[in-house]
């Protein structure tokens, strides 16, 4: 296995002065390493419709970024309620986010799709009660 | 256009970014939901929204855009502001309405994205 570099944050859930520090602070990281900016602007889209989603709909979580020479992986892992069918959740406009939710400009139900958009690999797996784990890979 | 030129169109007020009243835009995208800001907007195009919290500061910067006009009168915080101020961005407050102010830019040449 090749050598990369690997940076980790914790998210804390319902925290939205915070939310979105993570994907700055690894876009910064991308931007330091000279990676091409229409890489980084998907990997931060990703990460940032990640960081977003452990914050609303789960108990909290972290953000695992790793990057090799060639590609940017993304791992985002809660702690929460899970995925019950994950078809479903990955289906355009579905949404399970509160009026609050809405009323901070989210749950429109574009999250993971626009995550898999701008993905090169997305997997998606989640027990109900448990966990979600999102991996998200671009390839540089 | 120049926001220059867009800030007086609106009567705005502007916030933080004056040094980049002279950048030239060709597109603005108008919501209040940052989820279909992430999903179709691309770069340089400017956010005009009502939404006013910390995530649209944020959607702002994964998208790389550096030009917001908050509508319906409403301000931003400070610790929001600075944020703006952090990466770059400018920021301009209209009391007209989202379809007002878009109507106003439009017919002056500003033109939608396409999604």
């Not at chain 1, 520090?21 to 890489?39: F, P």
């Not at chain 2, 004056?18 to 919501?31: C, N, P, Q, T, V």
């Not at chain 2, 509508?71 to 301009?92: C, F, Q, S, W, Y």
Request: include cysteine; aromatic fraction near 8%; proline fraction near 2%.
């Amino acid at each position: 296995m090749q050598e990369s570099m690997k940076y980790e944050f914790s998210v804390p859930t319902m925290d939205f002065t915070v939310a979105g520090e993570a994907s700055s602070s690894i876009k910064k990281v991308l931007r330091q390493l000279g990676i091409d900016s229409g890489i980084i602007r998907r990997v931060a889209i990703a990460t940032y419709e990640a960081e977003i989603n452990i914050a609303i709909h789960s108990n909290g979580g972290k953000i695992t970024c790793l990057i090799s020479p060639e590609w940017v992986k993304v791992i985002a892992k809660d702690n929460g309620p899970g995925i019950e069918n994950i078809e479903l959740a990955m289906t355009k406009g579905f949404s399970t986010a509160t009026s609050e939710i809405r009323e901070l400009g989210f749950g429109a139900g574009m999250g993971l799709p626009n995550m898999k958009k701008c993905s090169d690999d997305f997997e998606i797996t989640s027990e109900v009660d448990v966990f979600t784990q999102l991996v998200m890979t671009l390839y540089l | 256009m120049f926001l220059r030129e867009i800030a007086e169109l609106l009567e705005c007020e502007v916030l933080t970014g004056k040094e980049s009243l002279d950048r030239d835009y060709e597109y603005a995208f108008g919501s209040d939901l940052m989820s279909d800001v992430l999903a179709y907007v691309e770069d340089d195009t400017i956010l005009i929204t009502g939404l006013v919290n910390h995530q649209v500061i944020r959607t702002a910067e994964m998208l790389d855009l550096k030009a917001i006009i908050f509508i319906r009168g409403k301000e931003p915080t400070a610790d929001v502001v600075a944020l703006a101020n952090d990466h770059e961005m400018t920021l301009l407050a209209t009391k007209y309405t989202m379809y007002t102010a878009s109507g106003i830019l439009y017919s002056k040449g500003l033109k939608g994205i396409s999604v």
